[in-house]
């Protein structure tokens, strides 16, 4: 079970402190000079939105979106992560897309016969696309070297043979790749440091 999370919201609709990820959106999708924050207990969120948001966020403007291969110091909780899981290589596959914050699974697909690295391409275009149709201005992290290699250079280059079997996938394969192709998006990926935080949020727990 998720652990509670709250939510500060120093400058949005309506200041305040809320208990769920929905509520604080609600405060601030759209809204240009929003400024939020997650915390872990409800005291913390209290002496927070007593406080200056500066003392929890900084006072920097927007920087310019990391590049894949950039190293963050720090999680950003305000994210999407994404990973994939297979049975065997190839073997049932499934991948999932989890809100780092409060760790809700936000998208769930398979198990469909195919690869580990397909399934995490797939997971970061889905990521992808849904932030940009909901507007959702946020980071989105994956484990996976190749699947962000293969977003960049727009091509699933999978060794995967075409046959009957993984028909279905490869129509799943040639979408996302013509998805990439006509859509042009700010989010930035990047690449979760699992050495220094473990596990990425969305992982499987299958190891």
């Given at each position: 079970?998720?652990?509670?999370?709250?939510?500060?919201?120093?400058?949005?609709?309506?200041?305040?402190?809320?208990?769920?990820?929905?509520?604080?959106l609600l405060q601030t999708k759209g809204y240009e000079s929003a400024k939020y924050k997650s915390f872990d207990t409800r005291e913390e969120a209290e002496q927070a939105f007593a406080s200056s948001p500066y003392a929890y966020i900084g006072k920097k403007a927007k920087a310019a979106p990391p590049k894949p291969e950039t190293l963050s110091e720090a999680i950003i909780d305000n994210s999407l992560a994404v990973d994939a899981a297979c049975s065997g290589n190839p073997?049932?596959?499934?991948?999932?897309?989890?809100?780092?914050?409060?760790?809700?699974?936000?998208?769930?697909?398979?198990?469909?016969?195919?690869?580990?690295?397909?399934?995490?391409?797939?997971?970061?275009?889905?990521?992808?696309?849904?932030?940009k149709q909901k507007?959702?201005?946020?980071?989105?992290?994956?484990?996976?070297?190749?699947?962000?290699?293969?977003?960049?250079?727009?091509?699933?280059?999978?060794?995967?043979?075409?046959?009957?079997?993984?028909?279905?996938?490869?129509?799943?394969?040639?979408?996302?790749e013509k998805w990439l192709k006509e859509n042009k998006y700010t989010t930035p990926i990047l690449k979760w440091e699992t050495k220094k935080w473990g596990e990425i949020p969305a992982d499987f727990g299958r190891k």
């Open positions: 079970m998720a652990k509670q999370k709250f939510y500060v919201v120093w400058d949005g609709v309506t200041p305040g402190i809320y208990a769920s990820w929905n509520d604080c073997g049932p596959m499934e991948y999932r897309g989890v809100y780092v914050a409060s760790m809700q699974e936000i998208f769930r697909f398979g198990p469909m016969r195919g690869t580990n690295n397909i399934g995490e391409f797939l997971a970061l275009v889905h990521g992808l696309a849904l932030l507007g959702f201005d946020m980071p989105i992290y994956s484990d996976s070297v190749n699947a962000i290699s293969w977003v960049k250079q727009k091509k699933c280059k999978t060794k995967l043979p075409r046959t009957l079997e993984t028909e279905a996938l490869f129509q799943l394969i040639e979408r996302a």
